[in-house]
């Protein structure tokens, strides 16, 4: 629903111009990504916990299950794997219900209302967590 919900929030770049964000920046970084998106918190879990053993680092935005999910903070609690949580808005200015993140509990760097700028900075941290 990215550019078409609340465009004064979120504006009105879309998931497709995310992804081709994320993989540019990717590039230019020399990490690979693989992007998955889905609006099931089971299939979100699932994939979190067959990262186990093959992937470096996590970089996640939960949307409205950072939330509401256990679920999410005990898989990334569960793999061990480096996350960064990263939301387009500045999530501690908005409603008080938004001012918790479950999943943020297990997550090591936050990158919070940077727009797609905090995928970008999610990407770095993990380049460079990994070069030290």
């Not at 480096?82 to 808005?89: F, G, I, M, N």
């Not at 990158?111 to 941290?125: K, P, Q, T, V």
Request: some cysteine.
């Amino acid at each position: 629903m990215l550019g078409i919900r609340e465009k004064h929030l979120y504006g009105t770049q879309t998931y497709e111009d995310l992804i081709q964000f994320i993989q540019e920046k990717a590039k230019e970084l020399n990490v690979d990504v693989e992007i998955f998106q889905s609006n099931h918190e089971g299939a979100l879990v699932d994939k979190i916990q067959a990262a186990y053993g093959t992937v470096d680092g996590i970089v996640i935005n939960p949307a409205a299950y950072t939330h509401t999910s256990v679920a999410i903070l005990d898989a990334l609690k569960a793999v061990s794997i480096p996350a960064a949580e990263v939301h387009l808005t500045d999530v501690t200015k908005r409603e008080p219900f938004r001012q918790i993140s479950y999943a943020g509990m297990a997550c090591q760097a936050h990158f919070i209302g940077l727009g797609f700028a905090g995928y970008a900075e999610a990407l770095a941290w993990h380049a460079n967590r990994k070069t030290e």
